[in-house]
């Protein structure tokens, strides 16, 4: 059982940077791959970043490439994804998951977090 919770959303104006955390429970953290999603009003869940459980492996969606970055710590149980040039396309519910395969399909995610909003003005 993995129990995972998020932090650092905010309101932030456009061009701006946030820095997501998600803290993670139980000594497996690092036998999992972590994924980080984000759900806008009226929208499906979608997928944002992702991490293997080394932290050398990282794939983003094409509308965050080059602007957000995930890592992680596992000796502190903790993913991040640094958010830069935020826009306000960016505003969504963000969450992290965690996932013993490796994939960006939420279905293929065990366990997540109750979510963190961002909320980015023009």
């Known amino acids: 059982q993995v129990q995972l919770v998020e932090s650092g959303g905010g309101l932030v104006q456009a061009g701006g940077s946030l820095r997501l955390s998600c803290a993670a429970s139980?000594?497996?953290?690092?036998?999992?791959?972590m994924g980080w999603f984000r759900q806008a009003p009226g929208k499906e869940r979608e997928f944002v970043a992702r991490i293997s459980r080394s932290g050398v492996i990282t794939d983003y969606a094409d509308s965050v490439k080059g602007r957000f970055t995930i890592s992680r710590d596992n000796a502190k149980n903790t993913v991040y994804l640094q958010m830069n040039s935020l826009k306000p396309d960016d505003t969504a519910v963000y969450y992290c998951a965690a996932d013993q395969h490796w994939g960006r399909e939420a279905a293929l995610y065990d366990y997540w977090g109750k979510g963190t909003p961002v909320t980015v003005s023009s």
């Open positions: 139980g000594r497996t953290f690092s036998s999992y791959a």
